[in-house]
């Protein structure tokens, strides 16, 4: 599934052309996936771009929301981007690997409390 946001430019009819599956979405909102999740989830350059319009932390429960257990999320983005949501993914104890200081390869795991 592809999702292309609302307020970005438009390459909805390229997916298509390709023989893609997308949707338009307004990724400051929540996404309708029932009944199923996603196993990975990629971004690229999305995140610093929707934090001018919503709050970083409403993105990333929507994502841990949509993913999985074991899946992934891999985001290229600027590193300012990556340091406001590195800490973020880390409360909810996903593991995170930086490669060249712009992707970031999340894995969220299956985080139970402590007896």
């Known amino acids: 599934?592809?999702?292309?946001?609302?307020?970005?430019?438009?390459?909805?009819?390229?997916?298509?052309?390709?023989?893609l599956?997308?949707?338009y979405h307004d990724?400051?909102?929540?996404?309708?996936?029932y009944p199923r999740t996603y196993?990975?989830?990629?971004?690229?350059y999305l995140l610093g771009n929707l934090t001018r319009r919503c709050d970083?932390?409403?993105i990333v429960a929507e994502i841990d929301r949509i993913l999985r257990p074991g899946?992934?999320?891999?985001?290229q983005d600027t590193t300012d981007t990556i340091k406001k949501l590195k800490p973020i993914l880390e409360s909810l104890h996903w593991s995170l690997t930086l490669h060249q200081n712009q992707f970031l390869v999340c894995k969220k795991?299956?985080?139970?409390?402590?007896s």
Do not use: K
């Open 1 to 19: 599934m592809n999702v292309v946001p609302i307020d970005m430019p438009d390459t909805l009819s390229i997916i298509y052309d390709r023989g």
């Open 21 to 23: 599956v997308g949707v």
């Open 27 to 33: 990724w400051c909102e929540s996404f309708n996936t």
């Open 39 to 44: 196993d990975l989830l990629h971004s690229s």
């Open 56 to 58: 970083m932390v409403e």
């Open 71 to 75: 899946g992934y999320l891999l985001v």
């Open 109 to 114: 795991g299956f985080w139970r409390p402590s």
